[in-house]
């Protein structure tokens, strides 16, 4: 299949502050024609922003098109004579062909405004355990570092409405955890979620939060500022276009993704019909550990909990039992993130590409051209992809840069054209 690129950039003459929600309407341009919409679609950014879009395709549909046609620019022109092959259904063919091209538009232009980025699951960076897990979605929607999604996780959940104890133990569990090296992941809901996420910002860590709505429409609204912090020290992250509303349904997709992106699952206070509880289960279908924290038989939002303790959850009252338990495989993720950016980064092949004519012949310059391309690279990605110290890094891409050979847009390079 082949591998896209990371956060991918699109050069758009639109630009939007991606703080700001879409339009809360759309005005949906009708199309009669399916040529119109292939046509609307000319790269491989916008074809993943267009698969996005097409309502019941889902991430298995992306999935099944990949495979067939192994790119997302290739599996999008393919939808009206391929999508039945790909066994999609006439009425996915037909919303395919009814793309909404403003939102198209506006999905380009948001993707191009500061730290918002797409993910898709052909990147080398997309997080393997996530990817692991029952229906998983085929691309995400991020503001803020989407390097984070790859380091090892813990997903802290519970109630909206915890006592003042829960509040407590969700703050110091996330804390400790946070301290210890995990990554808090949660769902930037009120209660236990909030809690976990100001608990990892107040020890200096970074946090994602998961979102069932566009990550540019915060819910709730009054986690605005708390959102705000997070993309300066993590990651908002979604499933679902930029603009997408709150629905009841889109929540359990949310909670699939916080404990498909974490090793275990910790749920503080839950009672025995909650979101938590099923976020429990959706861990232990994804084959991660539960580990749950007890509490008083008098407390409603404690039988959850001791539910779960039953069914085989972990009983937990310290935050070093999970470390110890999540440990060995907080290793072995590091160690398949390592071995993935490696093969990632096997850009000094000297037979891998012929090299223009002029470059500068030392093999530092020849592997760095090689880790470049015509879609805009940060920084931190061509280090990643080069090997190169920061310093040797900035002194050749000056270089280049000086000499003709790339340009630089916004801190991204990208080879010239022409």
């Known amino acids: 299949m082949a591998s896209a690129r990371l956060s991918w950039k699109t050069s758009c003459a639109h630009r939007c502050d ?121 691309l995400l929607f991020l503001r803020g570092d989407p390097q984070l999604l790859c380091q090892p996780q813990v997903a802290v959940v519970g109630s909206r409405n915890p006592t003042a104890a829960g ?48 990550v540019d429409r915060i819910y709730p609204a009054h986690n605005a500022r708390l959102a705000a912090e997070i993309v300066g020290h993590g990651a908002l992250i979604s499933e679902f276009p930029p603009g997408t509303p709150a629905r009841r349904d889109h929540f359990p997709r949310r909670n699939r993704i916080v404990v498909g992106l974490s090793l275990g699952t910790l749920v503080i206070e839950a009672a025995l019909k909650s979101g938590a509880l099923i976020s429990a289960r959706q861990a232990v279908e994804a084959g991660r550990e539960v580990f749950a924290l007890p509490g008083s038989i008098h407390n409603p939002l404690a039988k959850g909990c001791h539910r779960l303790i039953r069914d085989g959850a972990h009983l937990i009252e310290t935050a070093d039992e999970i470390i110890a338990m999540l440990g060995p495989a907080a290793l072995r993720l590091g160690q398949q993130l390592q071995q993935r950016l490696g ?59 000086l000499d003709g050979w790339i340009d630089a847009r916004a801190g991204r390079y990208l080879r010239r054209s022409g």
């Open 167 to 214: 509040r407590d133990n969700a703050y110091a569990f996330a804390r400790a955890l946070a301290e210890a090296g995990l990554l808090i992941t949660s769902g930037l809901a009120e209660g236990v979620d909030s809690a976990a996420h100001r608990a990892a910002l107040d020890a200096g860590r970074p946090t994602l939060a998961v979102m069932g709505t566009g």
């Open 18 to 138: 991606c703080s700001k929600s879409h339009s809360a309407e759309h005005k949906t341009t009708p199309l009669t024609e399916t040529g119109e919409a292939l046509n609307a679609v000319a790269d491989e950014a916008s074809a993943w922003l267009a698969l996005a879009r097409v309502e019941g395709l889902g991430g298995g549909g992306i999935r099944r098109l990949l495979d067939i046609h192994g790119n997302a620019l290739a599996a999008w022109r393919a939808l009206p004579h391929g999508g039945l092959q790909a066994g999609l259904t006439p009425a996915v063919v037909k919303s395919a062909a009814k793309l909404d091209l403003a939102a198209l538009e506006q999905d380009r232009a948001w993707l191009a405004s500061p730290d918002c980025h797409l993910l898709p699951c052909t990147d080398p960076l997309f997080p393997p355990q996530l990817a692991e897990t029952p229906n998983a979605p085929a």
């Open 343 to 401: 093969e990632a980064a096997r850009v000094d092949d000297p037979g891998s590409e012929l090299l223009p004519a002029g470059l500068p012949g030392d093999p530092d310059y020849q592997r760095l051209w090689r880790a470049l391309d015509h879609s805009p690279s940060s920084a931190v990605q061509l280090q990643q992809r080069t090997g190169l110290t920061a310093q040797a890094l900035s002194s050749m891409l000056l270089r280049l840069e």
